[in-house]
């Protein structure tokens, strides 16, 4: 199992994102994937979540009509939309598969924001 995020960098605020996490291994539509991030001095939080069964997804309620994610099964990729954002939504972006009882990380992709 692998999972690899890329799309990070540098943005203004009010501007755009699309982060990607390309997983190997296993199909990540037959499973939870979710995306976290982790800003400096702060905690790990869930950004959002897609589900298996349907695709249901969930949102931190900071982050609703901010951010989308989605999968895109023929890449085998999960991708996190990202509009709009701000200064706060600085941090290493995470994204985590869950398999059985197994939590399966990336190795977090870089995002910042600022003038």
């Known amino acids: 199992v692998q999972l690899v995020e890329s799309g990070g960098g540098l943005v203004q605020p009010g501007g755009s994102l699309r982060l990607s996490c390309a997983a190997s291994?296993?199909?990540?539509?037959?499973?939870?994937m979710s995306w976290y991030r982790q800003a400096p001095g702060k905690e790990l939080e869930l950004v959002a979540v897609?589900?298996?069964?349907?695709?249901?997804?969930n949102y931190a309620d900071t982050e609703k009509g901010q951010f989308t994610i989605s999968r895109d099964n023929v890449r085998n990729t999960v991708i996190l939309q990202m509009n709009n954002l701000k200064p706060e939504d600085t941090a290493v972006y995470y994204c985590?598969?869950?398999?059985?009882?197994?939590?399966?990380w990336g190795q977090g992709t870089q995002v910042t924001v600022s003038s």
């Open positions: 985590k598969a869950r398999i059985a009882l197994n939590g399966y």
């Open positions: 291994g296993f199909t990540l539509s037959r499973y939870p």
């Open positions: 897609i589900r298996s069964a349907g695709g249901s997804t």
